[in-house]
């Protein structure tokens, strides 16, 4: 079974400072991963993906994520923190069971942007 | 919101009690989630649809059912509801044939067992 790992439940970064939030992965085959935001009382937005491609990865909200596979990580970078950016993060993988998708999510990272 | 609505949006119902939560959607999309949100968890797969009448369990699908009788509609009802079922749950679809797309979620479901 395809699983992710997020390390980190709290990440707390200074404003303007570059931020990452960590997850690595344990997949069969190719990974196909996700990131999403989570602002309190919402639902989860998705912020960028790993299909195939590119190691650096962009996505919304000035987001960019490292797909790496020797390390079997695909971390969650912003180069300069908004106080915005405080939320929580989960990071995704794609399972393929007889034919038919479904997503796995990690356990999630509070990220603190302070002022 | 991708078209997705979870009704209703807060709940408080009595141990024991059945409870039917509603995902619907406005697009046709073929594959349809359940997900379950808690503290140091995370969000976990209570039950998946992939069609008309195709469902297939998750990760914590024990105390759970669904249904799906018609595209837009997806069902999840605790047949019998606990204290450990006190949690927020989150409908997703996936565009498409789901192969390379992401999932968009609902606003979510707040629902308490006293």
């Known amino acids: 079974a395809q699983s992710v790992a997020q390390p980190e439940d709290q990440v707390n970064v200074a404003e303007g400072n570059p931020l990452t939030v960590k997850c690595t992965y344990s997949v069969s085959g190719n990974p196909y991963l996700f990131w999403y935001v989570q602002y309190p009382n919402r639902g989860l937005q998705f912020l960028l993906k790993y299909i195939t491609g590119d190691n650096l990865v962009k996505g919304s909200y000035g987001f960019e994520a490292e797909f790496n596979k020797s390390q079997t990580s695909f971390h969650l970078k912003k180069p300069s923190a908004l106080v915005s950016d405080s939320a929580l993060y989960f990071c995704?993988?794609?399972?393929?069971?007889?034919?038919?998708?479904?997503?796995?999510f990690g356990t999630g990272t509070r990220l603190k942007v302070l002022a | 919101d991708a078209g997705i609505t979870q009704s209703p949006r807060h709940k408080v119902t009595e141990t024991g009690t059945p409870v039917t939560l509603r995902c619907h959607q406005t697009?046709?999309?073929?594959?349809m989630y359940w997900y379950r949100q808690d503290p140091g968890h995370g969000l976990r797969l209570i039950h998946y649809?992939?069609?008309?009448?195709?469902?297939d369990k998750g990760e914590v699908s024990d105390g759970y059912s669904v249904s799906r009788s018609k595209t837009e509609d997806f069902l999840l009802t605790l047949e019998s509801a606990t204290s450990s079922q006190t949690s927020v749950y989150f409908c997703?679809?996936?565009?498409?044939?789901?192969?390379?797309?992401?999932?968009?979620f609902g606003q979510g479901t707040r629902l308490t067992v006293v």
């Open positions: 697009e046709n999309h073929r594959y």
């Open positions: 649809s992939y069609g008309v009448k195709d469902t």
């Open positions: 995704a993988v794609r399972e393929v069971t007889s034919g038919t998708y479904k997503y796995i």
């Open positions: 997703a679809i996936t565009p498409g044939q789901g192969m390379n797309t992401e999932a968009f």
